[in-house]
Structures are given as structure tokens and as C-alpha cells.
């Protein structure tokens, strides 16, 4: 395909590979657990493409991955996303993911009520298991209720959400106690 590239780049956690075409990022592969099955991924999702310098926009995006991974906050406001291809409910996913603080999770069940779609929990898991824009569509910070899971998507190689959540510094659902639980920490109250 004319105007589709691709690049492997270094992190904290190894070599992830992003894709992009003239529109903007297509997609983002975390590292597999060798730089060959990496870039296999990556011929695979994106057969057209061809490695070659990134432009600005994907400069933009793996600078931001690049921090984020770094255990920095990465800054994906200016990172344009190529939707071509993807159901108009996932857009809506993926625009309402890009909005969780890092450092803090949702499960399925508050993003299908903050898009106003209660019910749509099992849908909400469906487009984060299909999310192409790993990191910048911050995915790993949308779990099941409940549980802390470490499933991650087909792009997620062999990084788990556990991981990227402790590399963002987010507490796990699994680390907390009873107390936490029950006995929630109210914010200190000022001194007068």
C-alpha cells in the first residue's frame, strides 16, 4: 500500500515497532519476546508497509511511548489515529480510553456507562482486545470488574497489562487489602 511505513524502535521494555500511513498511526506492536518475531507482527498486521523514517506525527507517538515505558507521562494530544477500518463503537472506545489519567483504571462496565451505553460491557472488552494503538489508546488501563487481568491485546506481544500498570505507577485491585477496600483513605483535612 502507497504511503504506509513502518519503524522498530528501542524502549525500557524493548524493541516496539509502530505503523503508520499518510492519514496517521495505524497501529503500535509491543515488543515480542525476540526483535524478529517483533517485526514478524509487523508484516503480518501491516503487509504493505515498508520500513522507512517515521514523519512528525509518529515521531510524536514514540517519543510519548517511549517516556511512558520510561515509567514518564507520555503525550499522545497531538498523535493523530488513522480510524480507516474501524467499527465507528470501538472510535468511541479508543477516544474514551485516551482519556484515562495514567496511573488510574476503569473496567469495561464505567467505559460502557461514561459512553452512555450501559450494557455494552461485553462490546467495551471486545474493541480493547482489538485496539491497534497500543499505549496511545491506553487499553492496558481498561480491566474486568473485579479482577485485574492480564490479558492484553493481539498487539500487546508478550507484555502483560500488570506490567505496564506498575510501570505507570497504578496501584493493582489485587494489591489491595480488605481494609483498602472497606476503610477507603479520606483526603487529610486542612489545618486551620
Excluded at 506492536?29 to 498486521?45: C, G
Excluded at 464505567?110 to 491497534?132: F, K, M
Aim: net charge positive; with cysteine; charged share 20%.
Amino acid at each position: 500500500m502507497a504511503g504506509r511505513g513502518f519503524t522498530v524502535f528501542d524502549t525500557g521494555i524493548g524493541r516496539c515497532g509502530i505503523a503508520w500511513s499518510d492519514s496517521g498511526v495505524v497501529g503500535v506492536q509491543l515488543p515480542e519476546a525476540r526483535e524478529i518475531e517483533t517485526r514478524r507482527r509487523l508484516f503480518q498486521l501491516y503487509p504493505g508497509a515498508r520500513e522507512t523514517r517515521p514523519p512528525l506525527n509518529v515521531d510524536i507517538a514514540i517519543e510519548g511511548i517511549v517516556a511512558l515505558l520510561r515509567g514518564q507521562g507520555g503525550d499522545f494530544a497531538d498523535v493523530t489515529l488513522d480510524f480507516e477500518g474501524i467499527p465507528a463503537f470501538n472510535q468511541r472506545v479508543y477516544e474514551f480510553a485516551r482519556g484515562i489519567p495514567r496511573g488510574e483504571t476503569r473496567t469495561y462496565g464505567e467505559v460502557a456507562a461514561g459512553l452512555r451505553a450501559s450494557g455494552a460491557a461485553y462490546s467495551v472488552a471486545q474493541a480493547i482486545a482489538r485496539n491497534p494503538f497500543m499505549l496511545i489508546v491506553p487499553c492496558h488501563r481498561v480491566l474486568e470488574a473485579g479482577s485485574y487481568a492480564d490479558k492484553i491485546s493481539l498487539y500487546g506481544g508478550s507484555i502483560s497489562k500488570r506490567r505496564l500498570l506498575s510501570i505507570e505507577g497504578a496501584i493493582s485491585p489485587l494489591s489491595k487489602t480488605l481494609f483498602d477496600v472497606l476503610l477507603p483513605v479520606a483526603p487529610p483535612r486542612p489545618q486551620n
